[in-house]
């Protein structure tokens, strides 16, 4: 089974920025990225293919995160821009060893990092 390890997380201000990182210890075929803020249910953030040609992305992080993969590296990143209180979450990394292109339901992937705490102060 792959296991996924989430990194980068931290404390930044509002409009600062965050790289995260999620190396997988095998070949996945697609990867995302979901989040839980406090309170919240699970969502989808952003999703990309193994080549990183095909990307989605919730309308809530679009023009401010990007997601990209280096499959040499069976790592996926998550660059976030112009971060906001409301990006407060546990960010989880998923990956699909069956699916190429990227799903945004959490049921189209089948292994998940243990987390990594963003949190944006105002």
């Known amino acids: 089974q792959v296991q996924l390890v989430e990194s980068g997380g931290g404390l930044v201000q509002a409009g600062g920025s965050l790289r995260l990182s999620c190396a997988a210890s095998?070949?996945?075929?697609?990867s995302g990225w979901f989040r839980e803020g406090p309170g919240k249910a699970r969502e989808f953030v952003a999703g990309?293919?193994?080549?990183?040609?095909?990307?989605y992305y919730a309308a809530s992080v679009k023009g401010r995160f990007t997601i990209s993969s280096d499959s040499a590296k069976n790592t996926v990143y998550l660059q976030m821009n112009s971060l906001k209180p409301e990006d407060t979450a546990v960010y989880y990394c998923?990956?699909?060893?069956?699916?190429?292109?990227?799903?945004?339901?959490?049921?189209?992937?089948?292994?998940w990092g243990q987390g990594t705490q963003v949190t944006v102060s105002s």
């Open positions: 990309t293919s193994r080549s990183g040609s095909t990307t």
């Open positions: 095998g070949r996945t075929l697609s």
């Open positions: 998923a990956a699909s060893l069956f699916r190429n292109i990227p799903g945004t339901a959490q049921s189209e992937y089948n292994t």
